[in-house]
């Protein structure tokens, strides 16, 4: 069949996206998919060179008081007009929305002509733009269960949130040699997404010294901004360290990494689950309905992460942190296999089946 899937305007909806385009591939489908105008969306795709991509204007819902509703109505409106010309070319037979208001047009333009149509949502608490697309689809696809409750109108699936096929664990002798480091020596990956990584990159900054003492080697991943600032302060703290602004082959990073700090988006986690890794968490304070937090809190009932409020992190609570987990080895690998008891390593898998049993009826 021919497959849409809208997965632009974040890396939480777009790398689940392309796992889903990969395993429809492999099972004989043709796939397009729909991203933002960012940036980060293209470059991402130059490593897909073979999956076909449209690109929509990005928009986000304001507050229908305020004067920029209009230009959402007018960009929404190309949106869907822009759909609905690709569609009379490419007649899809299942589109897919990975959430955010760059799925809500390809997923309406596709009810209008009939076909099958899905949304996913990945986190514990449903975003805007799923919870008004959802009245379009024949199911809701769930990363977790504790997310259904909020759909009650509708059918739901749990899937789990799919990762790429390339995010494959080797060894970790070989992955810490890759990134140059020492092969027997407790190793933090700290990384902060694709928004908020300012606040967790001051936060380690603050943390070093309290760690200079410990055998302890750190992957940290900084964003675009504060590369060239966090390795000078991991060299003048004498702390061995990776350092990077972003890292093209994150199986490499997460199979050399003991524990991570992170924040709780849920595409993360679903890493770090797959990887048996456990948490320091971080919830971005600024994410709709505080999802983050609602996230990591399904981690940490299971005992595969602790969290740390944004409030708390420029004290010396993360190094406390830390240290206990690290020192505690014993602790540390309890946290590791209830991380991966959370893993939904065929969620990929599964949105295809289920949406190949929706559109077969």
């Not at 940036?39 to 991402?44: E, G, P, R, S, T």
């Not at 269960?145 to 509708?154: D, G, L």
């Not at 060894?171 to 908020?196: F, I, N, P």
């Not at 390795?231 to 990494?257: G, L, Q, T």
Request: with cysteine; net charge positive.
């Amino acid at each position: 069949m021919n497959a849409v899937i809208a997965c632009g305007g974040t890396g939480g909806h777009l790398f689940p996206g392309l796992a889903v385009a990969e395993v429809l591939r492999q099972r004989g489908h043709d796939v397009l998919l729909f991203i933002s105008e960012k940036d980060v969306d293209a470059l991402a795709l130059k490593e897909h060179p073979e999956i076909p991509f449209e690109k929509l204007p990005s928009i986000g819902l304001p507050s229908p008081f305020s004067p920029t509703i209009f230009g959402f109505v007018r960009r929404f409106n190309e949106s869907l007009a822009r759909c609905r010309a690709i569609y009379r070319r490419y007649k899809p037979q299942v589109v897919l929305g990975m959430g955010g208001f760059t799925s809500t047009a390809p997923v309406l333009a596709g009810k209008m002509r009939g076909v099958s149509t899905f949304i996913h949502e990945s986190n514990a608490i449903p975003g805007k733009a799923n919870k008004m697309t959802a009245r379009l689809v024949r199911a809701v696809l769930l990363g977790f269960k504790e997310c259904a409750p909020f759909f009650p109108r509708v059918k739901t699936e749990i899937t789990g949130t799919p990762i790429r096929t390339d995010l494959r664990r080797i060894d970790r002798s070989l992955a810490r040699e890759k990134l140059g480091l020492h092969g027997d020596m407790a190793t933090l990956l700290v990384m902060g997404g694709s928004q908020g990584a300012s606040g967790i990159n001051q936060a380690m900054i603050k943390s070093l010294p309290a760690l200079a003492d410990i055998a302890l080697q750190v992957i940290h991943l900084t964003g675009a901004r504060e590369e060239k600032l966090v390795a000078d302060n991991y060299r003048r703290a004498n702390v061995p360290a990776f350092v990077a602004s972003f890292h093209h082959r994150m199986e490499e990073v997460y199979s050399a990494a003991d524990l991570a700090v992170a924040r709780s988006g849920a595409a993360s986690l679903a890493e770090l689950a797959s990887f048996s890794l456990p948490g320091i968490l971080i919830p971005f304070r600024y994410a709709s309905d505080d999802h983050q937090t609602r996230n990591a809190e399904i981690f940490t009932k299971a005992d595969a992460a602790i969290v740390v409020k944004e409030a708390e992190i420029l004290d010396d609570v993360l190094a406390h942190r830390i240290r206990e987990i690290i020192d505690d080895p014993v602790r540390l690998e309890r946290m590791s296999k209830n991380s991966a008891r959370l893993s939904s390593h065929n969620a990929a898998n599964a949105v295809v089946e289920t949406m190949e049993r929706y559109t077969a009826t």
